[in-house]
């Protein structure tokens, strides 16, 4: 949904999140979504175009473990507090040093405000690039492919890779030298 800047009345704009989408687009992958993407935001024009947008987003995502390989439920809540500038402001064509300030603003075109990407936004930023179902996740073996948080394997492990065979002989030569 897009929000023209000149509609936005003296007061404020109230604005209920309420997404119904059932996946999210991660790359390539289809991420899904267990609970509904909800929230609050409050929108308010200032002095020059300069738009504030402060409120919370909230969902629950389906993730898989990328140790272990089982899904699980990942939360996130997140706080927004963001500042829209008209993206005439900026001087295109010559080279300019951002100011700290200036590396936390964000833009929006044509006279107008994209609150779904206001909102979406915090979310990918909070999605793991390595998923994890708990920090002690053991993961799968190797060699078997058993999952090690349920049970233990009798695998050998010390097995390695025929192909690093020369890089092993070249650090334990390097180390009798």
Known sequence: MRIRIIDI?????????????KSLKV???EIPILERVSGELYIRKHEAGRVSV???VRVVLELTCSRCLKTYRFEIVRDIDESYHPIDDI?????????????????????????????????????PMK???SDNCKGICPICGKDLN?????????VRDPRWKVLVELKEKLKGE
Do not use: Q, W
């Open 131 to 133: 998923p994890l179902c």
């Open 9 to 21: 009345p003296e007061k404020g704009l109230y604005y209920k999140i309420d997404d119904s989408k």
């Open 54 to 56: 402060k409120g919370n």
């Open 91 to 127: 001087e295109f064509g010559e080279r300019k040093h951002l100011k700290s300030f200036e590396l936390d603003t964000c833009y929006y075109s044509e006279g107008e405000l994209d609150v779904e990407s206001v909102y979406m936004e915090p979310i990918y930023l909070a999605i």
């Open 27 to 29: 790359f390539d992958e």
């Open 150 to 158: 349920e049970d233990f394997c009798d695998c050998n492990r010390g």
